[in-house]
Structures are given as structure tokens and as C-alpha cells.
């Protein structure tokens, strides 16, 4: 990649306001699953009894509901038409934010491969380093969208209301329902949106070969290669290898491990096997990440 490109194109900007912006989402998500999770601070609507039967009605029928000719199904949503749009607002908006969030992902990660990005967390470090975090925070935001159980009835109420009230649907439903019915199966669809990326996460996750092996090794390697004993002097002892990049020995184990997992899980483990990385290489990574002990925080309780 050129200085030109990257100038031009103003990735390492972008990548941070993505990535910022991407943490608001997650939030958001997070907050709108806690709250459909609890019957108290659940939408009352979704709770009342003559609500139910057009609440089945626009589940089943979801996205392709005809609000026009099913009076019979939809009556107590046109009743309380006003109240539900005041009420969902706020929901619907964080969907149409997370289909916003996820098309200038895509076009970013389209933006770089074009340019021929290469990353390497010794070379380029907070570049590498906002790559690989945007990767975990997209795949963070898509994660918790499928684990919001009532996303379907929360955007087909919404719109159900929005067109008796207005007499036209949403402009962006068409979008975001698709969007959601793609991501019932998230990781499948994951692997299929990050394939075209494979080689440029899999050459930023072989960066890690060295560095994450080495933070892996057990007490055994560390005496055999004088880094740690009991009883030799300190002048005596080897001094610890350093990566070429002193800020790469202040990244946390947890951290490279989220990279690791996170990247192997949404690009499908065919990035461990990517013709630009040593089998071996990328293999050793994502084993030495393997154990039952593993559990990744999505968001606070979210694993």
C-alpha cells in the first residue's frame, strides 16, 4: 500500500471513528436485549393480551406484511398506531444504525483490499490494532442482534404503525428487515462476508505468531531458555526477548486472544489455512486459544 492510499482514503481515521462508533452500537444492542429480556421493562404492548394475535400474525408474516388488507389481524396495532411509534422510535433507529454501521464496515474493508493493506502489528501497530478491533467489535454488534429475540416483532411493529400512520413503509425497512432475517445464522453469514477479507486478516493474525507463542509458554520453555529461575543470579540470566515494536509488549494475552478467536470464528477457520500464512503458524495461534477455560466477553454478561 502506498503513503498516497492510505493519505487519500484517510483509513487509520476512519478505522478509529468505526470503531468508536461501533462501541455505541454494541451498546445500544446490549441494552435493547437486557431490556426485551425482562417482562418489566419490556415494551408493554408486547405483553397485552389483545395485542397477541397480531403480534403472531406479524412474526409469521415477517418482512413481507400486508398492512393494507389485514385490518382483521392488525386492529389493536392501528388503535395504539401513535403510542407504538412513540414508543419504538428509539428501538428502530438503533437497527437502522447497526445496517448504517455494517455498510461502512463493508465499504472500509472493500477500501483497504483495494489499496492492498498490509498489516503487521510490529510494522504498523495501531493500524493493525483498529483492524483487528473493528473485526471483534462487528462481530460483537451482529452477535448480540441475533440474541435479540424480539428484533423481528420490534421492527415489523414499528413499520406496521409507521405505515397505517403515514400511509407508505419505512424507507428503510426493506433493507434492515432482510438484514435481519441474513443474521439468524450469524456466523454462517459471517464467514460469508468476510471471505473476500480472508488474506488480510489472516497476514494481521500471523503478526501475532511470535508474540502470542511466546506469552504461551509453559514454565518449562521459560527455564530452558533462562527466562525464569529461582536460583541464577539476575546478571546471569538471558534478558527476555522484546518484539521490534515496544508497545506490542504491552498487549494483553486476553486481548490477542479475542483477536485470535474472534477473526478465526467470523472468517471460518479456513483463515488459519489461508494460502499467505504458514499452516503451522496460524494453526499453533488459534490451538494455543483452545481450552475450557475460554470464554469471551462479548459485552459485560454477554459471552
Not at 38 to 58: C, T, V
Not at 117 to 127: A, K, Q, T
Not at 183 to 189: A, I
Not at 221 to 244: F, H, K, V, Y
Request: aromatic share 8%; hydrophobic share 35%.
Amino acid at each position: 500500500m502506498s503513503l498516497t492510499s492510505a493519505y487519500q482514503h484517510k483509513l487509520a481515521e476512519k478505522l478509529t471513528i468505526l470503531n468508536d462508533r461501533g462501541q455505541g452500537v454494541l451498546i445500544r444492542m446490549y441494552n435493547i436485549k437486557k431490556t426485551c429480556s425482562d417482562p418489566k421493562s419490556k415494551p408493554p404492548f408486547l405483553l397485552e393480551k389483545s395485542m397477541e394475535s397480531s403480534l403472531k400474525y406479524i412474526n409469521k408474516k415477517f418482512p413481507n406484511i400486508d398492512v393494507r388488507n389485514s385490518t382483521q389481524h392488525l386492529g389493536p396495532v392501528h388503535r395504539e398506531k401513535s403510542e407504538i411509534i412513540r414508543f419504538l422510535t428509539n428501538y428502530y433507529q438503533s437497527f437502522v444504525d447497526v445496517m448504517e454501521f455494517r455498510d461502512h464496515v463493508y465499504e472500509l474493508l472493500n477500501t483497504m483490499d483495494a489499496c492492498q493493506c498490509h498489516f503487521d502489528i510490529s510494522l504498523n501497530f495501531d493500524f493493525t490494532r483498529s483492524y483487528l478491533d473493528l473485526i471483534v467489535t462487528y462481530t460483537s454488534v451482529i452477535l448480540l442482534l441475533s440474541r435479540i429475540e424480539d428484533r423481528r416483532l420490534l421492527i415489523g411493529v414499528y413499520n406496521c404503525a409507521h405505515e397505517m400512520l403515514h400511509g407508505h413503509s419505512d424507507p428503510s425497512f426493506p433493507r434492515l428487515s432482510q438484514m435481519v432475517l441474513e443474521y439468524d445464522h450469524p456466523l454462517k453469514k459471517l464467514t460469508e462476508e468476510f471471505g473476500p477479507h480472508t488474506k488480510a486478516v489472516s497476514g494481521a493474525l500471523l503478526s501475532l505468531h511470535f508474540l502470542f507463542v511466546r506469552r504461551n509458554q509453559g514454565a518449562e520453555q521459560w527455564r530452558s531458555a533462562q527466562l525464569l529461575s529461582l536460583i541464577s543470579s539476575p546478571p546471569a540470566m538471558i534478558n527476555p526477548a522484546t518484539s521490534d515494536t515496544m508497545a506490542c509488549e504491552y498487549l494483553s494475552v486476553e486481548v490477542m486472544e479475542r483477536w485470535i478467536i474472534t477473526s478465526a470464528r467470523s472468517c471460518g477457520s479456513c483463515v488459519c489455512r489461508a494460502p499467505c500464512t504458514s499452516p503451522s503458524s496460524g494453526m499453533k495461534c488459534y490451538r494455543c486459544t483452545r481450552s475450557p477455560r475460554t470464554c469471551l466477553a462479548v459485552l459485560k454478561g454477554e459471552t
